[in-house]
């Protein structure tokens, strides 16, 4: 129902447009007080990269802040990642990702880039102490945060933002009659967009999500995944349609498709209820990373890299690379 409501396809976003307003003006107050001063940021010694949005729901942040974090390491750079860690409830914050921390603990999306990458991972609701927490145990040439693009209390050296290419941003109203968190004129004061899917449009860098072999979820086993049949598809992301599309595009036999909310946590007895003898359990690896500890063995996921054109990943590089390469004082 929601979906439809921030696509414009229902009028029942009128009924919610008081709150839009509401949101909206005490989001651009918040904003105000931070850039007029009456409200204090806090300027980090090294960069600080923002790999944000603009809309509410799965764009695709996380793959991006993956491959940017390869990218530099590639080219020598030591980075870490911070993130509030959604979805997760530590004791104590900031809490500095380790082998044992569990997505109940940090989330799925940090735990996701943890294991991924290798960097060091920090999570706090208040970012500016996840950056401290990282700088205090790590030398690191700059930092990326997953998403924080209105987290205004930590100063910015760079934004990025991820736009969904196919659903673009709706109808346009902020939360909760629309999608958005900021309006789209913020667009105009950003240094990158970046469109997932879809038809990028001009000043928008194209992005890809490109399918990986399939990896078994108990034992690790790859396996190209249209050997995997019969399927049963299942996403708790924040659009699982786009998962279940990836997978007919590929040619993916999927006997039925179940759609979970974002970050929603797992139990053995939740998921193994939706295969029948013989069939395949194939999630996405942001799924995997929550039931890992109770997998069965016919449980796979299919992991994603974002895919960009080299012309236009190698500029978006050096721009980043230029704020990398400065001297915070």
């Given amino acids: 129902m929601i979906e439809r409501i921030w696509s414009g396809g229902s009028l029942w976003y009128l009924l919610l447009l008081p709150f839009s307003w509401l949101y909206g003006l005490v989001s651009n107050v918040i904003r105000l007080s931070y850039r ?7 300027r ?5 990269i923002i790999v944000g949005n603009l809309t509410a729901g799965g764009n695709g942040k996380t793959p991006m802040v993956i491959w940017l974090v390869e990218q530099l390491q590639q080219r020598g750079y030591r980075i870490g990642v911070v993130s509030r860690g959604y979805g997760g409830k530590s004791a104590v914050y900031p809490l500095v990702l380790g082998p044992q921390t569990t997505t109940q603990q940090a989330g799925d999306e940090p735990v996701l880039i943890y ?10 609701p208040k970012r500016v102490e996840a950056v401290q927490a990282l700088l ?7 930092v990326i945060t997953d998403d924080g693009l209105q987290h205004y209390a930590l100063q910015r050296d ?3 933002v991820v736009i969904d290419g196919v659903r673009r941003f709706g109808n346009g109203w902020w939360l909760p009659a629309g999608p958005m968190r900021e309006r789209v004129s913020r667009l ?3 240094d990158a967009c970046v469109a997932n899917g879809g038809v990028a449009q001009v000043g ?31 996403a708790g992301i924040g659009h699982p349609p786009r998962f279940f599309a990836m997978l007919e595009k590929m040619g993916v036999k999927v006997d039925h498709e179940v759609a979970f909310a974002d970050h929603q946590p797992y139990t053995q007895s939740q998921l193994t209820v939706l295969t029948q003898p013989g069939q395949t359990l194939l999630m996405t690896e942001k799924d995997a990373v929550k039931c890992r500890a109770f997998a069965q063995a016919n449980w796979w996921y299919l992991p994603v890299d974002a895919v960009l054109p080299a012309e236009q990943a190698e500029q978006l590089l050096q721009k980043i690379e230029q ?7």
């Fill in 136 to 142: 205090q145990q790590h030398q690191l040439d700059g």
């Fill in 158 to 160: 760079f934004e990025l």
């Fill in 323 to 329: 704020q990398l390469n400065k001297v915070h004082k």
């Fill in 115 to 124: 294991q991924r990458t290798g960097v060091p991972v920090a999570i706090s």
């Fill in 188 to 190: 105009n004061t950003v």
């Fill in 36 to 42: 007029c001063g009456f409200r204090k940021s806090w």
């Fill in 204 to 234: 928008e860098i194209a992005m890809k999500l490109q399918a990986q072999q399939a990896v078994n979820v108990m034992s690790g086993e790859q396996r190209p995944v249209l050997e995997l049949t019969p399927v049963v598809a299942m």
């Fill in 44 to 48: 980090a010694p090294v960069p600080i």
